[in-house]
């Protein structure tokens, strides 16, 4: 087995390790699963041990799988830098770019600029990897990741991106008809309020108003425990039952902007909204950012400075 043979083993064995799969890593490396399989068999041949568990559902580690993995880990760290570097002097950025995000990030922020964010880094890949638990990066093998603000780690540098979120109370023309608009949010115990349960923390997510007439969180602000029949886990079901008439929902103002314009729902309690902090784009600490990372910061950072100030429907200033 030769140094180079070696070097891509060891490549290899850390993606499947990272991403618990052959098929995945080699997605990754752009090569075939058996490239993968054969480059970390070769690897365990000279290491005479067993580094991976493998079934037909699932890859793990074994216990001197695990041990190797904390020992190259740092290492192929300082060699994917070293090349990173030695490629930035050639121009254009190149490589995959893995992001992990929430379905609504993707959503309201990244995919609607990808295509001119590709046409400008040609040489670049991304994979957008949506999950809606707060990832570990690292272990994960991803360069960023997006997150409302609040729920990031103490340890990752971050980046505002989209700006402020606004979120606003909806409902069907034909439900309003039928249970009366709500004049001030003590009247939504009236309501069946479709309600979310946040993902990681399982908590049902709890409805914030401002006080009347600001459209500001100014510290006064209120977070209201609502009650409703239906309870969802995906905030695209809580939408499709609001746009079905079975109950009011608490919305980001993007996610509903085109049925808002359209009458296909109808925004109750506008003077109490409030705005709240939105996404933040996200990273590991590290002395030197890769190209590849830094383009896709500055590009989506700077570009969406106040995206959902511009496209929330009646935002206040």
């Given at each position: 087995m030769s140094?180079?043979?070696?070097?891509a083993g060891l490549a290899a064995f850390r993606s499947v390790a990272r991403l618990g799969s052959f098929t995945r890593a080699a997605d990754a490396a752009g090569v075939s699963p058996s490239a993968v399989s054969q480059g970390v068999r070769a690897l365990e041949a000279r290491l005479g041990v067993r580094l991976l568990h493998r079934s037909s559902r699932r890859v793990t580690l074994t216990e001197a799988g695990h041990a190797f993995l904390q020992q190259i880990d740092a290492p192929l760290d300082q060699i994917d830098i070293a090349m990173q570097q030695a490629r930035a002097g050639r121009g254009q950025p190149s490589g995959l770019l893995r992001i992990n995000l929430s379905r609504l990030a993707a959503d309201l922020l990244v995919v609607p600029r990808l295509p001119d964010f590709l046409a400008r880094y040609p040489e670049l890949?991304?994979?957008?990897?949506?999950?809606?638990?707060?990832?570990?990066?690292?272990?994960?093998?991803?360069?960023a990741g997006i997150r409302f603000g609040p729920s990031l780690a103490r340890d990752v540098i971050a980046r505002p991106i989209g700006g402020d979120q606004q979120r606003v109370v909806v409902?069907?023309?034909?439900?309003?008809?039928?249970?009366?608009?709500?004049?001030?949010?003590?009247?939504?115990?009236?309501?069946?309020?479709?309600?979310?349960?946040?993902?990681?923390?399982?908590?049902?997510?709890?409805?914030?108003?401002?006080?009347?007439?600001?459209?500001?969180?100014?510290?006064?602000?209120?977070?209201?425990?609502?009650?409703?029949?239906?309870?969802?886990?995906?905030?695209?079901?809580?939408?499709?039952?609001?746009?079905?008439?079975?109950?009011?929902?608490?919305?980001?103002?993007?996610?509903?902007?085109?049925?808002?314009?359209?009458?296909?729902?109808?925004?109750?309690?506008?003077?109490?909204?409030?705005?709240?902090?939105?996404?933040?784009?996200y990273f590991p600490a590290r002395e030197w950012m890769a190209p590849k990372l830094r383009v896709f910061v500055d590009f989506f950072c700077d570009a969406l400075p106040a995206l959902a100030a511009d496209r929330a429907p009646g935002a206040s200033a």
């Open positions: 140094k180079h043979e070696t070097l890949q991304v994979e957008l990897f949506t999950d809606d638990t707060l990832a570990d990066l690292v272990a994960g093998g991803f360069d409902g069907t023309p034909d439900y309003l008809r039928r249970h009366g608009i709500p004049a001030s949010p003590s009247d939504l115990t009236a309501h069946d309020c479709i309600r979310f349960r946040l993902p990681g923390s399982g908590r049902i997510e709890a409805w914030r108003f401002g006080e009347a007439g600001t459209g500001t969180g100014t510290g006064t602000d209120i977070d209201l425990d609502v009650h409703g029949r239906l309870v969802f886990a995906d905030d695209r079901l809580v939408r499709e039952a609001a746009r079905g008439g079975l109950g009011l929902s608490w919305q980001f103002a993007q996610c509903v902007a085109d049925d808002l314009a359209a009458g296909r729902l109808v925004e109750v309690l506008a003077d109490y909204r409030c705005a709240q902090p939105g996404f933040y784009l």
